[in-house]
Nanobody, 123 residues
């Protein structure tokens, strides 16, 4: 099994930045995908940013140009740099790892999930 642990969440003002980290252990696959999801109160889970071992990256439209996903594969850490945060970015953010896929923002390929980290953005 793979365990994932998110960190870096917090409470910020609109326009500020946060960097989320996700450390994962136990992955033996050489081809895989990683994704940041979020769930806001009363809303469906949403894929925010995904990356795979083919180097493909995908963002949901609402964060394009503001968020950057990156990975340190040597250290097994996934990052999400979030700039110009908006109140609508408020959510619990989860990282997940799963099968290699080009459908990076869909939850089906991902079979291991972290417990999440809370991001709150006030106006």
């Amino acid at each position: 099994a793979v365990t994932l642990t998110e960190s870096g969440g917090g409470s910020v003002q609109a326009g500020e930045s946060l960097r989320l980290s996700c450390t994962y252990f136990g992955n033996s696959a050489t081809s895989y995908s990683l994704c940041w999801f979020r769930r806001a109160p009363g809303k469906e889970r949403e894929g925010v940013a995904g990356i795979n071992t083919d180097g493909e990256i995908m963002y949901v439209n609402s964060v394009q140009g503001r968020f950057t996903i990156s990975q340190d594969s040597a250290r097994n850490v996934l990052y999400l740099q979030m700039n110009n945060l908006k109140p609508e970015d408020t959510a619990t953010y989860y990282c997940a790892i799963g099968h290699p896929t080009r459908h990076l923002l869909e939850y089906i390929p991902y079979n291991y999930w972290g417990k999440g980290t809370q991001v709150t953005v006030s106006s």
